[in-house]
């Protein structure tokens, strides 16, 4: 009796540990982008950054960072990006890219989604056009590649100029680009705030 009480005990904690391990199931890219749209016309900035900060390309030499309340609260309670170990799940956080006359050139989000992509923690990223127009979308290698740099703040860059990549990292990654001057700027000015 006492066996199978036992056996029923644990295939009741085997059965919520399913429920709780299972992968949160992705949006589609269109849910996604919605999501993205309320906060553009909330203007909620992620903590930290200013709107029309300096990009590093030419597609993005001003850019918006914006943040959900999860994401900014996780930013809050920890004290800033660079303290945040682990995101919540449904943390959201997106980059509007701009050009140098403010026109609008893309827009790139990461949604943290719990057991979506564990070997990555776990953000869904996704890249749109300024009409949105998936470009990428989910575990995408060239956006995780880059934001693994800053893996120990759980993949979030703090906004420019508190954190920069090196020129060595930049050039990797945009060979064929021209680093916007700003940038360039930047990192003449901050070289403690290369990222390494
Ligand atoms: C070469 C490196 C690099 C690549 C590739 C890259 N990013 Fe980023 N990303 C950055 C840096 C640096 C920042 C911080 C700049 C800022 O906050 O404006 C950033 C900022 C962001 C942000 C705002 C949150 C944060 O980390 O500050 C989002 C969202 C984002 N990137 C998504 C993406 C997505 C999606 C892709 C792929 C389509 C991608 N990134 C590709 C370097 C990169």
């Not at 005990?9 to 299972?22: E, I, N, W």
Request: hydrophobic share 45%; aromatic share 8%; with cysteine.
């Amino acid at each position: 009796m006492r066996n199978l009480v036992l056996l029923g005990v644990s295939a009741v904690v085997a059965a919520l540990t399913a429920v709780s391990l299972a992968a949160t199931p992705a949006p589609r890219p269109m849910a996604l982008w919605q999501k993205v749209q309320v906060l553009r016309k909330a203007q909620a900035l992620m903590l930290e950054s200013t709107a029309y900060q300096p990009g590093s390309r030419t597609v993005d030499a001003y850019t918006v960072d914006l943040a959900n309340p999860l994401a900014n609260e996780a930013i809050r309670k920890s004290r800033g990006i660079t303290k945040v170990r682990r995101y919540p799940n449904g943390a959201l956080l997106v980059k509007e890219n701009f050009n140098g006359h403010r026109r609008a050139t893309g827009v790139t989000a990461m949604l943290k989604l719990s057991g979506y992509d564990q070997a990555d923690r776990n953000w869904l990223m996704a890249a749109y056009t300024p009409a949105g127009r998936v470009l990428a979308y989910g575990k995408v290698p060239a956006c995780i590649a880059c934001h693994t740099v800053v893996s120990k703040q759980d993949f979030v860059f703090a906004p420019p100029p508190k954190q920069l990549l090196s020129l060595a990292i930049w050039k990797a990654f945009f060979p064929k680009q021209t680093i916007a001057p700003a940038y360039a700027q930047l990192l003449r000015w901050h070289p403690a705030a290369v990222v390494r």
